[in-house]
């Protein structure tokens, strides 16, 4: 089994919200939102218009957002770790996706870590260790110490290649077998 950290590939467009102050509303993400959610209105700006459209569009590291085929090709693995959330860019209905599945299973002894002199919390994880029952049936997580990054599994690569989606790049974090 792989591990893959989530990037967005930055030779396709990226997209920002209209309105400011709706990064609020996406600061929520992590837990339930869809029972109040209301549609965030999103833009590609000027300077990335002349960039190809992708199945990712890219808004925030933590926050990927789906187009209708990337929904459907993901829909049945990820819709009980999280909620696919309506948002629309130019006009067109796109998917924000709340991941709510946080897995504490980085094994913290056996990781390389750099952490915070003041405060011992993680700064920065060099070398990622899992604990391999707690993220062998995972097929994207968070970790309590690394909120700001999405984990995927070999299976969501595989299933992103073979639908020839666009849009993210994978690295390669940890791999059991080696």
Same mark, same amino acid.
């Given at each position: ?42 833009? =590609? *700006? %000027?300077?990335? !218009? /002349? ?5 990712? $569009? ?6 990927? @957002? ?64 899992? =604990? *391999? %029952?707690?993220? !062998? /049936? ?5 970790? $309590? ?6 984990? @995927? ?26």
């Amino acid at each position: 089994m792989k591990i893959y950290v989530l990037d967005q590939d930055y030779s396709y467009q990226s997209i920002a919200p209209i309105k400011e102050q709706l990064f609020d509303q996406l600061e929520q993400l992590g837990k339930s939102l869809i029972k109040n959610w209301e549609s965030i209105e999103l833009k =590609v *700006p %000027e300077s990335k !218009k /002349e960039f190809p459209r992708s199945d990712f $569009p890219n808004l925030l590291k933590y926050v990927p @957002v789906f187009s209708q085929k990337a929904k459907e090709c993901f829909y049945g693995l990820l819709r009980p770790l999280g909620e696919f959330l309506t948002v629309t860019i130019e006009n067109e209905d796109y998917f924000a996706y709340n991941l709510t599945n946080i897995i504490d299973g980085l094994d913290e002894e056996q990781s390389e870590v750099k952490r915070f002199v003041s405060s011992g919390r993680i700064m920065r994880i060099v070398k990622h260790e899992f =604990v *391999p %029952e707690k993220v !062998k /049936e995972q097929i994207m997580f968070k970790i $309590p110490q690394d909120p700001g990054s999405i984990y @995927v599994s070999d299976l969501f690569v595989e299933k992103y290649n073979q639908h020839e989606l666009v849009g993210l790049k994978f690295r390669e974090i940890w791999n059991k077998n080696a």
